[in-house]
């Protein structure tokens, strides 16, 4: 591990103002359980760290039932599943912060520095994007905003331009009768790298018996997350049924470009995000008609 | 939970009992000592530079940046290795062998596996430190690799050593050749044998290499003095072999080396090989100083030693009352970068557990692009197990037999004769399989889709080999009990409650305390489930001779013969003047004034180690959707022959079948195509960890050891050997197919299944 400058801005403008001054050679320290294992691993390098847990926007965890849920980009996991409104509101959203690395991790880890890591397989990112989450950001030349979708732009890659900071994620109010649910498959029980996983959202009508709309996205199985936005509008206007579940599924299937490698293999991974679309529609649907 | 099953007859009064662990207050407090935790005056941090290739050809080497850099004390590369600068002549037989040794611990002309050490830096700071190793420059040939023994065997493969010939069967052949040894044993008429069966059938395995994953990386600290007295700290499990390799790598006298063995996080046969102590006292000669060198996880599993990924074929036959008529089997171990693999012990654990009258063993060594291969747990009787017993599973199926009555029909007992020779003394295989077959496990049922339950024993030899034990007797009637055994399983304890039982005094009286090589008698490596038996022999040994010589001076005392003094339950007594009573801290007391203290000591190299065999049965269930597998219920069966602590029996038993667990299902070195491990690191190199286990369900049958004085055997390595077989076996059963390479990982189910 090389020398490094560090900072802790107690603004989002220091912020912005620090990591201009590095420009790509600055990064942002949330909970450091990615950024901190890569600089000592030698697999970024950096000369300066700007450690944002001192801004009070990035540590912010609100719901309003007009705007929907406010995360800011440093809070931790633990903060979002402790939250009544969220565990009420946002099931499908407590499954990834409730299972990325272990209850150790998970104090530290923030869905924000899930986000800016853009691994292919972010747990925290399918069920972000299944919601509909949109990403703020700041930087030298004011805000913006991008859909969680359209965040990640390669393996360890993003949108974020020199200077520019991630700020919040907001997540819409659920609509009525919604539900999701993100499942990840990895061969033992904790402490894994998603060999794929799926998050899948769903809004069904007032009987609870067809699909209104739903989104799908998927984790490990293509260079970024992947947004299976064919498989979701499949269901829209559907009868709940094994049938249009299993096209969906298929239709997931097809928006996969695994690779294989040590966590699994081409085949495998086509295969598991069948099997998670199917269960994680069933659950998502399960909780749209308020049975869980 | 069922109890243990205890045959041994004998009452103790401190054996047999779980007492406290003397080294336990230090251990959960964060006090005890690490290697990682040694402290010097002007202590130095080196790094090692290592190569990135698998298979390459060193043609130049330039240190000359990094020893310019600030900071930088020393560098060394293999020409500071006394090897470079001797000739063939000048080391004669040893040439091979040195010329291995020298070039593991620093590569010359070529670098064999990824993370070979090419050279190594010491200085101010770590940074510092790998900042030097950026201004190594190493230009290498790129070579392919050879990564299996099936690649490794061809007749075009790629030549790891111009100069390894094959041992055919003991005769060195005139070929250069990646088999460094070619051996066998056979027994009977195999050919008669297999006319004799109703039933033979032949299958393929394979299983992949896998690390032992104890958690405290490798470390060593050395200090060269200035008069040539080599001082080193590190993590052992065999300080005494350290010091040997040590003084041969470096042509220095074993008796100007003093090894340290600090607390061990764990070894399991891989904290045996010397691979950093001759880099940081050659880095310590050079720049003067003590040199601290420590490996990262990424360099444990690129650059020590996994257990031999196989290739292995087993020929079975079986009569229709399911009797084993003939077995022809074929071993190849990948032996890593430098012959030997544990092939030889595979190849005599193979059919240990049964009386095969007609049998064929063949094994090979087979040198391969990964890192050496290093003991671990059982050395190569876990990789046959897993072949042998799937063929017995398969065709207990066949014969329609139960397979727990199968192998009490085919049991090896006393007087069963073993294919490499020996024969068995008092064994408790059978005692183990009833055990295992009366428990409420075997017989409740496993009902559901998709799941299976498998069965499997397991072999292993348990050795004796040299150990060493002083005792003084302190003033307040205790004693201080000094060893040379490195504790890993709670040794301590069970040591010091072997000298306590003796004596006749309280285990709490015993303070064991395991010292450097200066300080204790020759005592060979913590392993091969020997530590308990012969270190524990030593110390009744040494026992024996306190009490002798308490005897002595309790009859001086009271102006008796020896003859006429009884030490019963520690406390002497004249045989015929009841008035004449001291207990063993009476007498204690009166040492100093009486002719001075008293010190017993004992160096044994017993012959009567006591074979171990385990007898598992697991309940699986896997998920038809996605190949996971779950392990529902889990019991182990062992004779320990007399469990000195049992607490400490069961925990080796628990922790034998946890990686037996992890070995049979998720562990696995994963290599690039051009042979570069690709998963070293805990996150991708799948240990179960303890959300995957169930609890683990003991039994511990006794079945005294006739070679002890306290009927121990050894148990650290036959829990690790089932676990491979019986999960494979309840995997097949579960998804009606076979499972025939390891790790059974969801992917690998899931190709079975469809």
């Known amino acids: 591990m090389e020398a490094i400058e560090y900072t802790t801005p107690k603004t989002i403008a220091e912020a912005v103002q620090a990591m201009a001054s590095a420009g790509d050679r600055a990064r942002a320290l949330a909970g450091g359980t990615d950024l901190l294992v890569q600089l000592r691993g030698g697999r970024r390098s950096a000369d300066l760290v700007v450690d944002v847990k001192d801004i009070p926007e990035l540590n912010e965890v609100s719901y309003n039932p007009q705007s929907g849920l406010t995360i800011g980009a440093a809070a931790p996991c633990y903060q979002i599943y402790a939250n009544a409104d969220v565990a009420a509101n946002y099931p499908g959203l407590v499954d990834s912060a409730s299972l990325i690395g272990s209850i150790q991790i998970q104090g530290r880890a923030s869905l924000g520095g899930n986000l800016c890591n853009s691994a292919p397989s972010a747990d925290a990112i399918p069920p972000m994007i299944a919601m509909g989450g949109v990403a703020n950001i700041a930087g030298p030349n004011g805000t913006r905003q991008v859909a969680v979708e359209d965040f990640c732009t390669g393996p360890g890659r993003n949108v974020l331009e020199s200077g520019e900071l991630l700020v919040s994620i907001n997540i819409p109010a659920p609509a009525p009768n919604s539900g999701a649910n993100y499942l990840r498959f990895i061969p033992r029980n904790e402490m894994d790298i998603a060999v794929a996983g799926v ?20 984790a490990s199985v293509a260079p970024t997350p ?4 064919e498989a979701g509008d499949s269901l829209a206007g559907k009868a709940v049924s094994d049938e249009s579940i299993e096209e969906a599924a298929r239709l997931a299937m097809e928006a996969a470009v695994p690779i294989t490698d040590m966590r699994g293999t081409v085949r495998q991974r086509i295969h598991l995000v069948g099997v998670l679309t199917r269960r994680t529609l069933n659950n998502a649907i399960r909780r749209a008609r308020g049975e869980e | 939970m069922t ?10 009064n401190v054996v047999g009992k779980r007492h406290v662990r003397p080294d336990g207050v230090d251990k959960v407090t964060g006090r005890a000592q690490y290697g990682a935790d040694v402290q010097l005056a002007g202590l130095l941090q080196a790094k090692v530079l290592r190569s990135p290739h698998a298979h390459a050809r060193i043609k130049s080497l330039d240190t000359s940046a990094a020893e ?44 064999l596996f990824k993370g070979h050490p090419v050279a190594a830096v010491a200085a101010d700071s770590l940074h510092v430190a790998e900042e030097a190793l950026n201004l190594i420059k190493v230009e290498y040939e790129v070579l392919p690799p050879a990564m299996t023994v099936k690649q490794a065997m061809k007749p075009n493969a790629s030549l790891l050593h111009d100069d390894l010939f094959t041992s055919e069967l003991g005769e060195m052949s005139d070929k250069p050749s990646n088999v460094a040894s070619h051996m066998a044993f056979e027994a009977g008429d195999v050919e008669q044998g297999f006319q004799q069966a109703d039933v033979v059938l032949e299958r393929e395995y394979e299983t992949a290499s896998v690390h032992q994953g104890y958690i405290e990386p490798h470390n060593s600290t050395a200090f060269w003095n200035a008069d040539g007295q080599l001082n080193i700290w590190c993590s052992t499990q065999g300080p005494f072999v350290v010091r040997t390799n040590v003084a041969d790598i470096l042509r220095h006298p074993v008796s100007k080396v003093k090894v340290t063995p600090m607390e061990i996080g764990g070894g399991f046969g891989g904290k045996i090989t010397a691979y950093l102590e001759p880099i940081a006292a050659l880095l310590s000669r050079k720049s003067g100083r003590p040199v601290k060198l420590l490996m990262t996880r990424t360099e444990v599993f690129e650059a020590s030693g996994p257990a031999p990924g196989t290739w292995m074929k087993v020929k079975l036959g079986a009569s229709r009352d399911g009797r084993i008529t003939a077995a022809d089997i074929f071993l190849a171990f990948e032996a890593g970068a430098y012959p030997g693999s544990p092939v030889m012990q595979g190849a005599a654990c193979a059919l240990a557990c049964y009386d095969v009258p007609n049998a064929r063993i063949n094994g090979y060594d087979v040198v391969v692009n990964k890192p050496k291969t290093a003991a671990y747990r059982a050395p190569g009787s876990p990789q046959a197990a897993f072949a042998v017993e799937s063929v017995i599973d398969e065709i207990c199926e ?31 295989l059978v005692e183990c399989l009833e055990a295992a077959r009366n428990h409420d496990h075997y017989s409740a049922p496993l009902e559901g889709p998709y799941r299976g339950r498998g069965v499997a024993a397991g072999f292993w030899f348990n050795r004796g080999f040299q150990s060493a034990v002083n005792i003084s007797v302190n003033p307040d009637g205790t004693v201080n009990l000094i060893e040379g055994s490195v504790d890993i399983g709670g040794s301590r304890a069970s040591i010091a409650q072997q000298a306590a039982e003796t004596l006749g005094i309280a285990y709490e009286d015993v303070k064991p305390t395991v010292v450097d090589t200066d300080s204790i008698g020759y005592t060979m490596v913590t392993g091969g489930s020997r530590t308990t038996f012969a270190t524990g022999w030593a110390a009744i040994e040494a026992a024996e001779d306190v009490k002798t010589q308490m005897v002595e001076r309790a009859a001086q005392i009271w102006d008796a013969s020896v003859d006429d003094v009884e030490y019963v339950d520690g406390v002497l007594s004249h045989k015929s003047d009841p008035e004449l009573r001291m207990t063993f801290r009476e007498l204690a007391r009166q040492l100093l004034g009486t002719g001075g203290g008293i010190t017993g000591a004992s160096n044994v190299d017993p012959a009567g180690e006591g074979n171990g065999f385990g007898v598992h049965v697991v309940d699986v269930e896997v998920d038809p959707d996605t190949g996971k597998v779950t392990i529902l219920r889990y019991t182990a069966v062992q004779d320990a022959g007399k469990a000195i602590h049992p607490s400490y029996v069961e925990g080796q038993m628990q922790g034998g079948v946890v990686q037996g667990i992890g070995w049979a299902l998720n562990e696995e070195y994963f290599f690039s195509d051009q042979g570069q491990m690709m998963n070293s690191s805990f996150l991708d190199y799948r240990m179960p960890t303890a959300l995957d286990l169930p609890m683990i369900d003991t039994v511990i049958v006794e079945v005294a050891n006739p070679g002890h004085p306290y009927g121990v055997r050894g148990v650290g390595e036959v829990p690790i050997v089932p676990p491979l077989p019986a999960i ?25 299944m469809s």
């Open chain 1, 199 to 218: 998050g899948s959202a769903v809004v069904l009508d007032s009987s609870g018996q067809n699909f209104v709309s739903a989104r799908i996205a998927l």
């Open chain 1, 226 to 229: 992947v947004f299976a936005r």
């Open chain 2, 3 to 12: 109890s243990n099953i205890v045959l041994s007859e004998v009452e103790y």
């Open chain 2, 68 to 111: 310019r850099h600030p900071g930088v004390y020393a560098v060394v590369t293999a020409a500071d290795l006394p090897f470079a600068s001797l000739t063939r002549e000048e080391l004669g037989g040893d040439y091979q062998r040195l010329k291995f040794a020298s070039n593991h611990v620093l590569a010359t002309d070529k670098t």
């Open chain 2, 398 to 428: 066949q014969l329609n037999v139960d397979p727990l009555e199968f192998r009490l029909r085919n049991a090896s007992r006393e007087g069963v004769r073993r294919v490499e020779g020996p024969v068995f003394r008092r064994i408790g």
């Open chain 2, 728 to 752: 494979a076996s309840a995997i097949s059963h579960a998804i009606g197919a076979r499972i025939n390479r390891l790790p059974a990982n969801p992917g690998a189910v899931l190709e079975a």
